[in-house]
């Protein structure tokens, strides 16, 4: 089975997501400052760099938030995960998403569903990662407004209707 566009829209969507709402935080500084916030992308980006490196045989290194000095260190981390997804996908046109594949950290989540995992797909945690990415920035979004700042659209129909833009990292 072939990457499907629609799957390569979703990481497009993702990475300008990403980076849009990287920009949102760095242009307030309340936001910026904000441990919740850092946690939060923290965790955006660790995410990627495991299912990443789940898919290429590569595995990662696992950096624990306090690790990061500061928001930078996190945002140059999301950037080279960013650079990363982009070849893997185009590398690899003949992906079987149907290939099972098994999930190393879903064991920890066996006791809080009182079962054990069961079977997933490459293209379901393919999904997986860009769902769970839009529910962090969602979180993201909803902590700049309590701070006082007006959160970016970040919602897939907006990409679209603005054609699909291609966003730079901020410096």
Request: hydrophobic letters at 40%; aromatic letters at 12%.
């Amino acid at each position: 089975m072939q990457l499907h566009n629609s799957l390569n829209e979703l990481f497009e969507h993702m990475l300008w997501a990403d980076i849009t709402v990287w920009k949102t935080v760095l242009a307030f500084p309340k936001g910026r400052e904000d441990i919740k916030v850092q946690e939060l992308l923290y965790h955006i980006h660790l995410t990627h760099h495991a299912f990443l490196g789940l898919w290429t045989g590569d595995g990662y290194l696992y950096r624990k938030f306090p690790d990061f000095k500061n928001h930078n260190e996190i945002l140059e981390w999301g950037k080279d995960v960013h650079k990363k997804f982009a070849p893997f996908r185009e590398n690899n046109p003949e992906l079987d998403l149907g290939e099972n594949i098994t999930v190393p950290w879903a064991k920890m989540y066996n006791e809080v569903l009182t079962k054990t995992d069961g079977p997933t797909t490459l293209g379901e945690t393919m999904m997986q990662l860009v769902m769970h990415s839009n529910y962090h920035r969602g979180q993201i979004n909803a902590r700049l407004r309590s701070l006082g700042a007006e959160p970016p659209m970040l919602d897939f129909i907006v990409w679209l209707w603005l054609g699909k833009p291609k966003e730079e990292w901020p410096k």
